[in-house]
């Protein structure tokens, strides 16, 4: 099985600051993913990086990787109120899986 | 447009009534993955399915139970639910790209 710890656990900042979160992981990965989860929704797909990358951009997320370190993390510009939700990592090995754990997210919390 | 959706949405029931939580997938996925998620744990994994008939034990099996039969299906079955599986429930497929999720179940058993 593979499963992402999310760090910090809850994160409170003001629009228009940027948002960081990371994960680690301890199994070797084929790609790692991050979603988003609004309150008492079910997550959505955000980003996906795989083992060979080691930077990706979608708009204002920013995804780095480092296998070295087994870790990763996002990073939100320029954040908005609607960008409060928990984030979480799912680090993935291959397509023939067995479990697929989640950590506990980290809860990002945008004042206006 | 891919789906995963879950049936019923809001569930109020009692102690020991039999209940099931269907879901469905649209995009012929061969894993599909049940969890809940209660208050500062997270999203636990109940049970997942490799492949038809194939299905294992997640993390916090206990009280449940799961079929696959066909591809597409994966209902989660309570056969005596208790209070303390009162929870939000979520489905999930996985194409070997993307996870995708259903809305959610929300459960009360009083």
């Known amino acids: 099985s593979q499963q992402g710890e999310e760090d910090p656990q809850a994160l409170s900042i003001q629009e228009g600051e940027n948002a960081t979160m990371n994960c680690s992981y301890k199994?070797?990965?084929?790609?790692l993913q991050w979603y988003r989860q609004n309150s008492g929704r079910g997550l959505v797909h955000l980003i996906l990086i795989r083992s060979n990358e080691r930077e990706k951009h979608s708009g204002r997320l920013r995804v780095t990787l480092d296998t070295s370190k087994k870790s990763s993390s996002l990073l939100i510009t320029a954040s908005r109120a609607a960008d409060t939700a928990s984030y979480f990592c799912?680090?993935?090995?291959?397509?023939?899986?067995?479990?697929?754990?989640f950590g506990t997210g980290t809860r990002l919390q945008v004042f206006p | 447009e891919a789906q995963v959706t879950q049936n019923p949405r809001y569930l109020i029931t009692v102690t020991g009534k039999k209940l099931t939580v269907t879901c469905s997938q649209n995009m012929n996925h061969e894993y599909m993955s049940w969890y809940r998620q209660d208050p500062g744990l997270g999203l636990r994994q109940i049970y997942y399915?490799?492949?038809?008939?194939?299905?294992d034990k997640g993390d916090v099996p206990e009280g449940y139970k799961v079929s696959r039969k066909e591809k597409r299906n994966f209902p989660l079955i309570l056969e005596s639910p208790s209070p303390n599986q009162t929870s939000l429930y979520f489905c999930?497929?996985?194409?070997?790209?993307?996870?995708?999720f259903g809305e959610g179940s929300w459960l009360t058993v009083v």
């Open positions: 399915s490799m492949n038809v008939e194939v299905t």
């Open positions: 999930a497929s996985y194409s070997g790209n993307t996870i995708y």
């Open positions: 799912a680090p993935l090995r291959s397509y023939n899986t067995d479990k697929l754990i």
């Open positions: 199994t070797s990965i084929n790609n």
